[in-house]
């Protein structure tokens, strides 16, 4: 990821041979729940990736907490929750 910020190619490739099939995947899975109802009306799937991605990147880069099951059903849930 570090390097990546500093190599354009590199970037490129992470961004469509990693990150693309992951968040393509993910986003399927927050789809299923819009159709469900499982998520909020006004919750975009886009948004929900981002917050997914943004506590999996700043927990392994940032911290020494990685994303566990508990903490990925609480974040399941925060994300599912409705006003």
């Not at 390097?3 to 899975?29: D, G, H, T, V, Y």
């Not at 880069?61 to 929750?81: E, K, N, P, Q, V």
């Amino acid at each position: 990821m570090a390097e990546a910020q500093q190599n354009p190619e590199l970037l490129l490739r992470f961004r469509e041979e990693f990150l693309e099939r992951r968040r393509a995947s993910l986003l399927q899975i927050v789809s299923r729940a819009e159709v469900r109802g499982d998520l909020p009306p006004r919750v975009r799937s886009e948004l929900v990736a981002d917050i997914v991605f943004g506590v999996i990147w700043y927990r392994m880069l940032a911290t020494d907490r990685l994303l566990d099951g508990a903490d990925a059903g609480s974040l399941a849930g925060l994300l599912a929750s409705h006003e």
